[in-house]
């Protein structure tokens, strides 16, 4: 029988061959006299030995230097650049979500309480999103999510998968985004446990927020919550984008709106007092909406894409 010693041997030879001498499988075979299915099943366990490691250098030099600009121009905390291989926005939303999903796997820390909004931005970033216990974890949805939307997508769907995933406990706010008129929200507002998540979703440690814009395409649009005459005003009234349905224009003013009347979330007054918010935002229809939240400093870490950062840098009116 063959001693460990020569097995760790033959993994290193294997690897060798392969890392340094770029030969294939088949080719490792026949020289070491392996099948094809050995040769792979050697490298993998040399990489879970940690016989191979593996080391990829994250960024560029033009992708830190693009980074460090948005930091400097815009005062924020944390940059991070999606690297964009191609212009199609479908494609560019997943590589924005696994650059976000990275960033927030990162960041999270034992008995820490997470905030989580709504939006298609945030369900894409749970699919990249790898289970990891984090002891003492809280999830705390900072919205409602009653809306139209398909329930993928909703907001108490989303608080739960991430505080699954990372083995947390969940806190739901059992209410629509947005109530069907303000007697209505003020009703809900007055229950109890209603309105202590809404406390507590102002002193969570970290958020994590979808900047959406006011397009038809929007989340917050296509959910269907808002009236027409409500859409119709944040028009009249330039609005750029918004945060957990609250509004704003390019120049990070707050525009109040018939919609807030009926909305039950966390306001961006309350969301700036937050340690850390992490906007996730990609795309060519996202300029306007990202520029607002953070000429707003609505945000102090922004995931986007390498396209959308340079518009950011170069943009003028």
């Known amino acids: ?51 191979v490691q ?67 931005t945030i369900f894409e970033i749970i699919h990249y999103l790898t289970p990891k216990k984090i002891p003492g974890l809280r999830v705390i949805q900072i919205m409602g999510g009653y809306g139209k939307l398909k329930g993928d997508v909703m907001a108490v ?5 991430i505080a699954e995933i990372f083995d947390g406990q969940v806190v739901y706010l059992m209410a629509p985004a947005f109530a069907k008129d303000q007697i209505t929200r003020d009703a809900i507002l007055s229950n109890e446990g209603i309105s202590k998540v809404l406390d507590m979703s102002k002193k969570v440690d970290i958020a994590l927020v979808g900047i959406g ?10 959910t269907g919550d808002l009236y027409d005459y409500e859409i119709e005003e944040l ?3 330039k609005v750029a984008g918004n945060i957990c349905g609250n509004f704003y224009d390019e120049n990070g003013a707050i525009i109040e709106t018939l919609a807030d009347k009926r909305r039950i979330s966390i306001s961006l007054q309350d969301l700036q ?31 986007t894409d390498d396209l959308t950062a340079s518009q950011l840098i170069n943009y003028k009116k």
């Not at 006299?33 to 879970?48: C, D, I, T």
């Not at 814009?213 to 296509?222: F, I, M, N």
């Open 157 to 161: 769907e989303l608080a739960r998968r």
């Open 1 to 51: 029988m063959k001693s460990d010693t020569f097995h760790q041997d033959l993994m290193r030879e294997v690897a060798k061959l392969y890392y340094y001498e770029d030969l294939t499988q088949d080719q490792i075979g026949e020289i070491i006299g392996l099948s094809r299915q050995k040769v792979w099943r050697m490298l993998k366990k040399a990489k879970e030995e940690g016989i």
């Open 273 to 303: 007092k937050i340690p850390l918010v992490i906007g996730v935002a990609g795309g060519k229809n996202k300029l306007l909406p990202i520029l607002g939240a953070l000429n707003g400093k609505f945000v102090q870490a922004l995931i």
């Open 54 to 120: 593996i080391k990829i250098i994250e960024s560029s030099d033009k992708v830190l230097e693009i980074e460090n600009q948005l930091k400097e121009k815009f005062g924020l905390k944390e940059v991070r650049i999606a690297v964009s291989f191609e212009e199609n926005d479908k494609i560019l939303l997943k590589r924005v979500a696994q650059v976000a999903a990275s960033y927030l796997k990162n960041r999270l820390e034992p008995y820490s309480v997470l905030g989580v909004a709504y939006g298609k």
């Open 213 to 222: 814009g006011v397009l038809e395409s929007s989340t917050l649009l296509d």
């Open 235 to 237: 028009r009249k009234k």
